[in-house]
């Protein structure tokens, strides 16, 4: 089994520029290299934390995107064009590319955050696929995403019911990493009271051919079937959570909280009329609007059987789908090919990042993350996929036990 990853920037060697101290931090593996001669031993934790110990006390840091936050205010900045960076998102692509899977992560034009769109691929030779894109908002939305990301193909392949009931252990993963989150939070690992994600889970069974998707939120899921004049017909499998949806906006309102609108949406407040102002009805993380405006972290779940004429699936965050029809998405997956997924992938992002410039007078564009999946070309090469070593913190994991409950290396 192996599973990929991504979060705004992963790898983490290479040159910084701090906002407090003066000259370049260089970043090789567990060694960090100050200058002036020395150099400290890195300690690295989970959910994208590292520590050194410098002048008799431990820093902290968490690894956001192209920046490390310390807990003293101090904030490093990657160096753009590192000669001595090499992120896992280059080393995955070949191997994506190889079965079939194109990606592409794009930051937005939003230079006061890092980018906070995210995914994850879980693949089993012969058995099934597990696609996750998470789309991070609020100040901290960056860290839930990236948690989250991680948290939901792990608990759904923990779960003992993932082979014979997999919609219960989907809404549970869902549910466990909002617990996951509300302890985190607790803990001050992440702040996930008003910072909180979208999640799509898409679960791809090759024995069975059938696709379970699970959603939170409006990064969705769209089959690409080819039609009777040899075209793509765009068949969405989620619906965007949204205020703007009668049964939503009601279930929010049945608990207090009050639906306004604002800056072109409606958004829920709480009974006082503050808050998170979300236009999503459902998320995981945002603990607070959770509390006091409805919203809730309970995903819904659809069953889609794969009909030969399913060539395509396409998975991606807001950032695509706020300017972009299905069916404009799917056109430009057929003009590139399905079995070119990494060229349709960019050019899709490219095009989504040029309708927000566009769209906004060049002042905005939301953070973009989308996966083309060629379905027909995976299950031809299944039994030629090959299995790699993992790489140790982020990106690619290997292991020799290939079963469901196994998630890293």
Known sequence: MVLMSENALPGIDGRWTSSKHAGVKTIQGKTLYWGFGMQFGINYLPMER????????????????????????DCWTRQQNDPYSTTETLRLGARLAANSIGFCCHKGFKPEIPNQDNWSIVHVNGDFSVYTICDGHGLSGHHVADVTKDSLPRLLLQDPRFRRQRRDALVDAFENTQDLLRTADRQGLVKAAVGGTTATVVVHDHAEQKLQVAHVGDSAAVLGRMGQAEQFLAVP??????????????????????????????????????????????????????VECGISSEPEVKEVLLAPEDKVLVVASDGVWTWMKPQEVLDIVAACGAAQPTVAAERVAKEAYERWMQQTGRQAADDIVVLIIDLAARDRKESTTSHEDGFDGCGFFGADDETEESTEG
């Open 237 to 290: 499998l989620t619906r965007d959570h949204h205020l703007e949806a009668e049964d939503e906006r009601h279930r929010v309102e049945a608990v207090g909280a009050r639906v306004e609108w604002e800056a072109g949406a409606y958004r829920a407040f709480n009974k006082h009329g503050t808050g998170a102002g979300l236009n999503v009805t459902r998320s995981l993380g945002d603990l607070d609007a959770h």
């Open 50 to 73: 590292l520590s050194y110990d410098h002048m008799g006390m431990t820093r902290k840091g968490m690894l956001a995107g192209n920046k490390i936050d310390w807990n003293d205010d």
